[in-house]
C-alpha cells in the first residue's frame, strides 16, 4: 500500500503543472474565440472551421514529435544524460523537418474544407485565417520538442507557466490587430491568426530562454553534431512516433466527422454537440496530464530496470483517472441543465438538447479517461503500434459506423452520434488495458535505450 501511495504521490507531482498546462494550451483557443466572436458571426464561425483543419494538421505531427518520448524517459531513468540530449536534439531535427509537408497542408485549407462540404465563402475566410499561422508552424513543433524533452525528465513547471504567460500574450496581440489598437489597422479574423502565429514563436523563444537561463539543460545535453542527422537517428523518432500520430490522428478526425455528422441535424443540435464536445474536452484535461505523468514514469522506471515499479505506475495512473473522471461523471449529471446554460442563456432548445446527451457523456468520460492514460503508458514503454490498431477497429470499425447507423436510421439524431463515440471509446480503451494486463511493463523487456 504504502508504495502505491508513493507512486501516486509522484504521478500527481507530475500531472499538475502539465494539466495547468494542457488547460492552459486549450485557453488559447478559447480566447481566439471570445474575441473574433466580437467581430461578427461569420468571423467566428470561419475561425473554428479553420481551426478544424488546422488543429487537426498539427495534432498529427506534434504526434510524429512525441516519438522521443520512450527515447528521453528511458535514457533518463537510465541516468544517461548524453543519450536524453541526443533524443532531443533527433527530436527538434525531426520538428524542423515535418514543418515542411505541415506547411503545405495548411496551404490546403480552403480545398480541403470545402472537400468536407463545407460553405465555400466561410471556407475562404478559414483559409486566410489559417495561412497566416505558417510561420509559426516550425516554432510550435520545435517547443513541442522542447516541452516532451523536459517531461520526460519529470522537469514539468516551466512548460505551465510559459502556457499561460501566453495567454497574456495571446489576449495583447489579439487586442490590437483584431481591432486595431495602438496605431494597426483592424484586421479582423486574420489579425487574429497572426496574433497566434506570434503566440506559438513566443512560446518557444521563451521555454528555450527558460532552459539557457536556469540551466536545465546540464548534465542532459552534448554538443551538436552530424550523428543528429544520420538517416538511422532520424528514422528512430519516426518509428516512435508514426504510430502515435496515427492513434492521435484517428482520434481526432473520428471527432471531426462526429461534428460533421451533427451538421446534419440543424444547428440547435451542432450547437449542443459543441457545447457538450466542450465540457468533455475540457475535462480530458485532467487524464492527458496523468497520461503525460504515465509516459514519463513508466519509461523513467524501464530505464532503471525496474519493470514491476514500471507496471504499478501503469496501475495507479489508471486508477487515478478513473476516479477523477468518476468526479467529472457526477457533474455532468447532476448539473446537465446548468452547465449548457452557461453558454447559450435563455436558449431552452440547445439547453435541453444538451441535457439530453450529457449523461451519455458521463459514461463517455470514464472510458475516455482510461484509453488517454493507457496510452501514455504503452507511448513510455515505447510500444506505441498497437494503438493505431485499436484506434482504427474501436472509431472506424465500430464508434463511428454505429453513430452513422444509430442517429440516422434509428432516428436517434445526435443522441445516436454520441452512443456510437461511448462505444468507440469503450471498445479501445478495453483493448487497452486487456493490452498492459498481458503485455504490460512487468511481462516483457521493453526497454529501448
Not at 15 to 36: E, K, N, R, S
Not at 56 to 66: K, P, Q
Not at 276 to 300: D, E, H, K, Q, Y
Request: hydrophobic share 60%; aromatic share 8%; net charge positive.
Amino acid at each position: 500500500m504504502r508504495s502505491t501511495t508513493h507512486e501516486a504521490r509522484r504521478l500527481i507531482a507530475i500531472a499538475t503543472p502539465v494539466i495547468a498546462t494542457q488547460v492552459g494550451t486549450m485557453m488559447l483557443g478559447v480566447i481566439d474565440a471570445l474575441m473574433v466572436g466580437r467581430v461578427n458571426r461569420e468571423s467566428l464561425a470561419a475561425a473554428a472551421l479553420g481551426n478544424v483543419w488546422v488543429i487537426g494538421v498539427l495534432i498529427v505531427s506534434m504526434g510524429i514529435v512525441f516519438g522521443i518520448d520512450p527515447l528521453v524517459s528511458q535514457a533518463h531513468g537510465a541516468g544517461d544524460g548524453g543519450r536524453v540530449g541526443l533524443a532531443a536534439q533527433q527530436g527538434i531535427a525531426v520538428a524542423l523537418l515535418i514543418s515542411i509537408p505541415t506547411a503545405l497542408a495548411l496551404l490546403l485549407t480552403k480545398t480541403a474544407l470545402v472537400a468536407l462540404g463545407q460553405d465555400p465563402l466561410i471556407a475562404a475566410q478559414a483559409h486566410n485565417y489559417a495561412i497566416v499561422q505558417i510561420p509559426a508552424v516550425p516554432a510550435f513543433l520545435v517547443f513541442t520538442a522542447l516541452r516532451q524533452y523536459l517531461q520526460g525528465r519529470a522537469i514539468v513547471t516551466p512548460a505551465m507557466w510559459i502556457v499561460l504567460i501566453s495567454n497574456l500574450v495571446n489576449v495583447a496581440f489579439n487586442w490590437v490587430l483584431i481591432f486595431g489598437h495602438l496605431g494597426s489597422p483592424a484586421l479582423g479574423l486574420v489579425g487574429s491568426g497572426i496574433a497566434t502565429s506570434v503566440t506559438r514563436i513566443f512560446l518557444v523563444a521563451a521555454l528555450a530562454g527558460w532552459i539557457l537561463l536556469f540551466r536545465l539543460h546540464e548534465g542532459a545535453w552534448i554538443p551538436w553534431s552530424t550523428e543528429v542527422l544520420r538517416p538511422a537517428r532520424l528514422l528512430e523518432v519516426l518509428r516512435y512516433g508514426t504510430p502515435v500520430a496515427a492513434q492521435i490522428g484517428f482520434e481526432v478526425w473520428a471527432f471531426q466527422f462526429a461534428a460533421l455528422l451533427a451538421g446534419r441535424f440543424g444547428a440547435a443540435a451542432l450547437a449542443s454537440h459543441t457545447i457538450v464536445l466542450n465540457l468533455a474536452s475540457l475535462s480530458f484535461m485532467f487524464p492527458l496530464g496523468i497520461s503525460i505523468a504515465a509516459a514519463t514514469r513508466v519509461g523513467n522506471l524501464i530505464g532503471a530496470k525496474d519493470p514491476n515499479g514500471a507496471q504499478r505506475a501503469a496501475w495507479v495512473a489508471m486508477g487515478l483517472a478513473g476516479m477523477m473522471m468518476a468526479v467529472f461523471a457526477i457533474t455532468f449529471v447532476a448539473f446537465r441543465q446548468d452547465l449548457p446554460a452557461l453558454y447559450v442563456p435563455g436558449d431552452t432548445v440547445v439547453i435541453e438538447l444538451a441535457a439530453l446527451l450529457l449523461p451519455i457523456a458521463a459514461t463517455f468520460q470514464l472510458f475516455d479517461g482510461l484509453q488517454v492514460v493507457a496510452n501514455g503508458v504503452l507511448r513510455g514503454m515505447g510500444r506505441t503500434k498497437p494503438t493505431v490498431i485499436f484506434n482504427l477497429v474501436a472509431f472506424y470499425l465500430l464508434g463511428l459506423p454505429l453513430a452513422w447507423i444509430l442517429s440516422i436510421r434509428a432516428g436517434m439524431g445526435v443522441r445516436g452520434i454520441w452512443w456510437g463515440l461511448c462505444l468507440g471509446l469503450a471498445a479501445v480503451a478495453m483493448m487497452l488495458v486487456a493490452w498492459i494486463a498481458v503485455r504490460g511493463p512487468a511481462k516483457v523487456d521493453s526497454r529501448i535505450v
